[in-house]
């Protein structure tokens, strides 16, 4: 009876076994695909973040390059100071005598252009400092457009990913209980054969 059991329950087992196996394959080739997945996904969403960041630099860039010529064509090329640099170079012109001519009105000349060019400077300053706050307000919105894109394309890998590996899991626990009752079995088997094979070298004497 055991050895029928045994018999039995070994085929079972080993039946199961070997189903168990072949889906343990295609589990991993799932899982393999799944892995492949995700890392293109993050390659490409990484691609497109850096993409954008670069894009957003170089417009920051040509908004203060623009607005830097902007303003000193307009502050520093108004008529008045085009006039008043005009009246500097003939007033600091040196004569026979190692004089300028007017040193007391290239002074003033010379004041009244710094005193343009500090307000020039806080002009470009100005906008340059609005150009960096909006440079970041744009880059969290990228930052933002970017989380959309990973909750929406990466995300749902990630789950099917981690889904196939806790199938896998389950599957490697019933691989070994199919292979421990496999094991059972053949022991079973090879008991009762022993038990029922005759002892030809036993009490004859």
């Given at each position: ?185 053949q022991k079973m088997e090879q008991a009762d054969v022993k038990m029922l094979t005759p002892n030809y070298t036993g009490g004859q004497g």
């Amino acid at each position: 009876m055991g050895f029928l059991l045994g018999a039995y329950g070994k085929l079972a087992a080993g039946s199961r076994y070997r189903s168990l196996q072949a889906r343990m394959m295609r589990i991993q080739s799932k899982i393999r695909r799944a892995t492949r997945d995700v890392a293109n996904m993050e390659k490409m969403i990484d691609r497109q973040q850096k993409s954008m960041e670069q894009q957003l630099t170089l417009q920051n860039t040509v908004a203060k390059q623009t607005a830097q010529q902007v303003i000193m064509g307009t502050v520093m090329g108004g008529a008045d100071i085009l006039k008043a640099q005009e009246d500097l170079a003939k007033a600091s012109v040196v004569g026979e005598d190692g004089k300028m001519v007017d040193p007391k009105l290239a002074a003033t000349l010379s004041q009244q252009i710094s005193s343009k060019q500090q307000e020039a400077s806080q002009y470009i300053s100005q906008m340059n400092a609005q150009a960096d706050t909006q440079l970041a307000l744009n880059k969290q919105q990228i930052e933002n457009q970017i989380e959309m894109m990973r909750d929406q394309w990466l995300e749902p890998l990630k789950d099917e990913e981690d889904s196939l590996q806790l199938e896998k899991d389950t599957l490697e626990s019933q691989i070994q209980v199919a292979k421990a009752d496999y094991e059972a079995c053949q022991k079973m088997e090879q008991a009762d054969v022993k038990m029922l094979t005759p002892n030809y070298t036993g009490g004859q004497g």
